[in-house]
């Protein structure tokens, strides 16, 4: 069977996608490196720590003050101008002397994180027939998730046995190259609108009660992934047995997870959104509890490795597309707003699930936190639907009445 052609579309997929993959690296290679980057910074680990939530809060911040303040000017160029702020963030981390200013660095990094990735979710949009909407969008996040099984481990590797710096220098090279891929393979677009009209429109899409359900949906679902993503180097080596070596391709594993998840649920959202959400947030629960039986046999812990975060990043691709649907005419603050919740997931996942392990309930037990978060943003998701049902219904009724004299 002959491949697909490389059309010019699936090109510039690829270019978006391949800064996804930079940002992916660059976030979650801290979590292997981080006794490398204390030992390097003459810090502990706990402050070391501090690294990752620089990064998050970054994120959080970044995702919608850097998007509202730019939603007035072309895509094509915010992109470019989005991957050489990550690329100038890295470059500093890798060459920053000591602790304070590599946290500065990696806050600055993760400004234009979640602002990349709405720009970049909006334009893939636009690149494909309405009906395929969701699978573009996957393919932009299956760089962020790639990450997880490539980048990850190898940049791990290097940092390792050579120096962390090198690797956030090498992130750097990967942002400069998503540049010039962007420069070459995207079409320009003009600005979609001038002035202050296009900020007020993007941040009057925070007046529509949809938007933060979706918001919700994705912080509480996606805090079940970090509750248990977060423990899951000490629940494999204490509960399940593993040595730590076998971390390495256990990671692998949950990257592929990962990534078959995003293009899966990319594909069901296409047909059918809301029971894409359902049917990903009721299948992560079961399978967090099932993970309290199954982290105590090695192999029944690896296949669960690989399909936890299947079942969790399965929501994805449909929370996306709905809440760039429910952003209408000003989707941009909207998609980025997306990965400032994930990020405050990550937080609210981490320290529950470490909250469960402090107080005796062992390496297992954020399992249990991770199944309770997914079981409420189900109920998060079903209030999303019921208001969406009213709405429709309110619709049904004035276009049957007309308007009222």
Known sequence: MRPAPLTATRRALLAL?????????????????????????????????????????????????????????????????FALALAAGNIGSALAPNLDTVLLFRFLAGLPHGAFFGVASVVAGGLVAPHRRSQAMAVVFAGLTTANVVGVPITTYVGQHVSWRWVYAGVAVVEVLAVALIAVTVTRTPAPAAGRASVHRELAVFGSPPVWLALGIATIGGGAMFATFSYI?????????????????????????????????????????????????????????????????????????????????????????????????????????????????????????????????????????????????????????????????????????????
């Open 17 to 81: 996608a391949l800064g996804g993959f930079g940002i992916g690296t660059g976030e979650f290679v801290m979590l292997g490196l981080l006794p490398n980057v204390a030992h390097g910074l003459h810090a502990s680990i706990p402050q070391a720590g501090y690294l990752i939530s620089a990064y998050a809060l970054g994120v959080v911040v970044g995702a919608p003050t850097v998007t509202a303040l730019t939603a007035h000017l072309p895509r094509k160029g915010l992109l470019m101008v």
């Open 233 to 405: 180097a000490p629940m494999m080596t204490h509960v399940a047995g593993f040595a730590s070596s076998s971390l390495t391709w256990l990671l692998v594993l949950f990257g592929l997870g990962m990534t078959g998840g995003n293009l899966l649920g990319a594909r069901l959202a296409d047909h059918a959104l809301m029971p894409t959400i359902f049917g990903a947030m009721a299948a992560e629960a079961v399978v967090a509890l099932l993970f309290l039986l199954t982290s105590h046999n090695e192999i029944a812990a690896a296949v669960t490795v690989f399909a936890f975060p299947f079942t969790s990043m399965a929501m994805l691709p449909a929370i996306q597309v709905k809440i760039i649907q429910i952003g209408g005419g000003a989707p941009n603050l909207a998609a980025a707003s997306i990965h400032a919740a994930f990020n405050i997931a990550n937080s609210l996942g981490a320290w529950l699930g470490g909250l469960v392990i402090s107080w005796g309930f062992g390496y297992s037990s954020p399992n249990v936190v991770a199944a309770v978060l997914a079981v409420l943003g189900l109920g998060m998701a079903a209030l999303a639907a019921s208001y969406d049902r009213r709405a429709a219904h309110r619709r049904a009724e004035q276009f049957v009445l007309g308007p009222a004299v």
